[in-house]
């Protein structure tokens, strides 16, 4: 395991806010339980990795903080990676790429360059001066087989590759600062879960790998595509089969259909949601999370007093099934909850 470190730490050059706030959520949102089921009293508390940075996304900045480590010591010139229309990674790397003054290549999925008219995600990395390659579908299923990655780097002259989602091994040293985070965070007993959506398998990898018994009971991801078995098997992969983790599962009863896909139900549940503008106080000893003096140039910081709000894809799935859970009585009186927010906002504009 690679250990965290925060004095060479290359947060402090993205005036990434960290730790990010843990808070605890409180009523109003139970207006979602108002004579449903048998929803028992318990404790939820969010940690609100959304608001790590203004631009660039929750767990996708942890899942880049190695690599970007590494590339603030040795830069490479030109990076390149993969990811759908909307991908909150490509839209995180493609700006670290350009604070960090490397060159990147973009390689997305669909022919979206026929449309002409980009999406806020492909028209930001244009304005970064991504280099955007559009494949079909049957090229981008290619973007791990060994040869046409070894076709594509020396095509496009790239010394660095990063996978789809910024998941890779490395990719677990991020989700490292945030268990310690919370840990410092949390008084009192641990959680008795934790949740978090699930895409790639690897924030959820990085949370069971780093998280101890001292802070919480049990991780639960909430499946974000249809993928019974696959996901597991994601997971798994970025796992030490010897390892003594604590208890965790996928569940995969809210993926409304697949990646990217919803129902009537979730978007109102989101909206409804979002509404109710959850300022939640921050209760914890970060209350006041260190202010990092800026390196590059003008700080796009996040604010903290955002409320907590809610996208389709992931944290609207993850919430709604807490949501259910909660209904449904699976959490016994009194659990204390962790949700994680991993951010994503960007894509649902
Ligand atoms: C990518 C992403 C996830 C899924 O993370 P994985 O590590 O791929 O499982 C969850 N939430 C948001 C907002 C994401 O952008």
Not at 171 to 176: I, K, P, T, W, Y
Not at 227 to 235: I, K, M, N, P, Q
Not at 316 to 340: D, E, H, R, V, W
Request: hydrophobic share 35%; net charge positive; charged share 20%.
């Amino acid at each position: 395991m690679l250990t965290y470190s925060s004095t060479d730490n290359i947060e402090v050059q993205f005036t990434i806010l960290t730790p990010s706030p843990l808070q605890r959520v409180e009523t109003n949102w139970t207006t979602f339980f108002d004579n449903h089921g048998q929803a028992h009293q318990v404790e939820v508390w969010c940690k609100r990795d959304d608001l790590l940075h203004g631009v660039i996304s929750g767990n996708k900045w942890r899942k880049l903080a190695k690599p970007l480590q590494d590339f603030w010591h040795s830069p490479p010139s030109h990076v390149l990676s993969f990811g759908g229309p909307y991908s909150n990674h490509l839209h995180a790397l493609g700006y670290c790429c350009k604070k960090l003054k490397i060159k990147f290549t973009a390689i997305i999925r669909g022919a979206y360059l026929k449309e002409r008219v980009l999406n806020r995600t492909l028209q930001d990395l244009r304005n970064w001066n991504a280099n955007l390659i559009f494949v079909d579908k049957q090229t981008y299923q290619k973007r791990t087989e060994k040869n046409y990655l070894a076709k594509l780097r020396e095509e496009i002259d790239a010394d660095v590759i990063i996978p789809e989602g910024g998941s890779q091994q490395d990719a677990l040293f991020g989700m490292q600062a945030m268990i310690a985070e919370i840990s410092l965070a949390n008084s009192g007993p641990p959680f008795t879960s934790i949740l978090l959506p699930v895409g790639s398998g690897a924030s959820m990898a990085g949370v069971i790998e780093n998280c101890p018994p001292t802070l919480a009971k049990q991780i639960i991801g909430i499946g974000a595509l249809k993928a019974e078995g696959y996901l597991e098997d994601l997971v798994t992969q970025f796992l030490n089969k010897d390892t003594p983790y604590l208890p965790w599962h996928i569940n995969h009863d809210f993926h409304f259909g697949g990646y990217a896909k919803s129902t009537n139900e979730l978007t109102t549940f989101c909206k409804q949601f979002n509404q109710l503008k959850l300022d939640t106080p921050v209760k914890s000893k970060l209350d006041t999370p260190l202010s990092l003096e800026l390196k590059l140039d003008t700080p796009v910081k996040s604010k903290l007093d955002t409320p907590l709000s809610l996208e389709p894809v992931y944290s609207g799935k993850c919430f709604f099934a807490l949501k259910t859970l909660i209904q449904q009585g699976y959490f016994a009186p009194n659990s204390k909850i962790l949700i994680i927010h991993t951010g994503g906002l960007q894509g649902a504009r």
